[in-house]
């Protein structure tokens, strides 16, 4: 159903790749290559060329590693140190790759239910001796208090089965309970959604975590083979046929638009600062909350239903006793 | 067995790069760069014995660098007995500083978090970083054990066009130079910064360095960058700060947060509400919420996205910022 796709190799991948390998194997111990391919989560191919690589390597007329060619053609892997010269330690880890891992451990350790704090300290720990001490790290993440317990969704979706909540409608602040059949949990730096099967929208959707209440395990309703069927994308938001085509400009305050939009084609340089570009957007009410949080640094150009979807939100906001409460889609 | 002495046989830049680690990691005294160049696979079989070897002198200075974003260092040594000839140099992985220093294996489980700690990268700048990372953290795993956390695929959202650029100038410890607008006077200014650390705060990518003009540290805030950062050409590294160093200008920016509060009343049943829901109730208070704030005007933007339900009651100035937005937004859509 959600399928990591495997990534091309590059040759510094896979340099890296053959020292991880030495330092995992046991001298002369036998593994097989689709297990290896696994445990390091590469095609393989890979691991065949590596240990082949390996097998080819000769410094001053030794060869540090023997190998059966016939047998690795099998999909058979038994490396043998024959030198003294046979790396077969793992290096440290650079300091971008610690600071890379750390980083996404102190992630991890945001996120409620995901694993016991002392879990990521041990890691975390693991990653710091593996590195040079005296240097700092260089990237620290602070993330947002996420202080919503996602322990619920994460048991229903191990257990393949659906969940009842409240859910706050956006459009009319009014709530209304739903039947989620959960496929994944996408915590983002600011918002958690939930990717899962609306039944009563019969389509994949995406919910805001903190928008939802009372959510309750549905033991007895398992999850569809529709719901497992469907492909789920990495964005958030799918545009769809029937979107409009929405010209906006940004100043560099309001750049983030254009990653959170995706735009149809490159943005263009109106000046030295400011970029416009066009995206597909399914209701024009979205606009309003997205433009009018940079207080100016972003604009709608076109069209004119856009642009006074936006004013009207901003106008709303001005005189929240005149205006009717703002209102955006879902 | 297949036949290693076809002559056609290419020398790929991983079996260069593995062969280059492991004669200088086990040659007893280092090796020169003659002695390199003419007897590693990769290099030996263009090597001209008498002649012009610039260009693979160069691909070994790039295969350094390869190596050093790789964690592994091939220092420059000039033995002791030479006193400072430079032509003497050999180059030299030290054991001591390129193995991890103890033994560890890892569980299944602890490998599928530190996995998923290197996919919350994905797509973004150090996803490549991070994945080299696990896959040698790998190799302290017991192969054929799986665990899997299914069910999350968190994200950490970096899309600063700069953020790439300056994580390097960490890295190499060089002088960064960016055009950055002052978000109080709307000046844009020419900063020049020896750059120490990057930090996610509040959800806002800061860089923290040292200010070269106020010499001092000095925080950035990656998205009021409004030019390229560039890095001189050839420029000297600086000196990496010391651990305490960081640690000080962090904790005084925690401290700067500390004296900033904001005191909102949030309107029940709305949006805002459910937003701050959790936190209101942690405070236990039913409508009024204090919230501490690194950024006034980061600050200023999360309270526009609930127009008519946050009402801000101090301090003065983050109502009238909001306001302003809602104005200057009204002005441009009119």
Redesign the interface.
Known sequence: M?M?EL?KL????????????V??LIDGAP?DVP??A?????PEIEITN?VK????????HHS?YGI???DLEDGNVALSFKE????K?????????????A???V??KS?PG??ESD??E??QN?IA????E????????????I??DIRIL?QA??KGVAIKCDY?D?KN?TTTERVIE?????????VIYLRGWCQEKQALRSFRI??M?NTVILEDVRISDQAKQAELQ?EIYVPSDSDVEVVLEVE??A??L??DLKPIAEPVAVN??SRRFTVKVGDVRNLG?L??????AA??ISPEDA??A??D??????N?ET?D??KDAE | ??D?SVAK?KI????R???L???L??SKVGLSKHQILS???GYMNEYKPNGNNKTLERKFERDKD?L?????VAEAVIPAHEDENNQATVYVIK?S??????H?K?TAR?LA???????????GS????????????????V??E?SD?????????E?E?NFREI?NA??DQRVIKFDY?N?NTGVIETRALEP????????QWIVLGFDQKNKEPRNFML????SKVTVAPNSAPFE????E??KKA?DDLEKFADSQIATLRIKP???AF??YE??LR?QKSKDVLTLRYYDK?VL???I??Y??QIDVIEPKELSE??????????D???
């Open positions: 959600i990591a990534r590059s040759d510094s991948d896979r340099f890296n790749l053959m020292l991880a390998l330092g995992n593994y297990e290896l696994k445990h390091f989560k590469v590596a690589t390996l097998g080819f390597i000769e410094i001053n540090p059966d060619f016939d003294k010269m046979s790396l330690e793992v290096p440290r880890l650079s300091a971008r790759q610690a600071s890379a891992l980083a996404g451990l992630y991890l996120i995901l694993a879990e990521i041990t890691l693991i001796s593996g590195f040079e005296t240097k700092a790290p260089e990237i620290r993440i602070n993330p947002v208090g202080d919503l994460r979706i191990n706050q956006n602040v959960p496929l994944r949990i996408d915590p983002h730096s600011e903190d928008r209440r990495d560099p305050g750049y983030g254009m990653y030295k600062t909350r433009v009018t949080r940079y207080g100016g604009k709608v642009r006074k936006v004013r939100f901003a106008l709303a906001a001005i929240p205006a409460t703002p | 067995m297949a290693k046989y790929s830049k991983p079996e790069l593995f062969a680690t492991c004669a990691l086990y007897s590693i696979p390869t050093r974003h790789n964690g592994i054991k500083e390129f193995v991890w220093p103890e560890i890892l602890q978090l530190l996995s998923l700690a290197a996919e919350a990268w994905a797509g150090l996803s490549t970083a991070a994945n080299k990372g696990i896959v040698k953290l790998r190799s302290m795993g192969v054929g799986d956390i299914a069910g999350i695929a968190p994200r950490i959202i899309h066009p994580n960490v890295s607008r978000p120490w650390l990057i930090q996610q705060l509040d959800g998205r009021r960058m409004v990496a700060p010391s651990p160093d960081v962090t049943d709305t949006a459910f937003r959790p936190k942690e005007f200023a933007e999360q526009r996205e127009p008519g910022l909001v306001q302003a937005g809602y104005k200057k937004v009204v441009d859509h009119g």
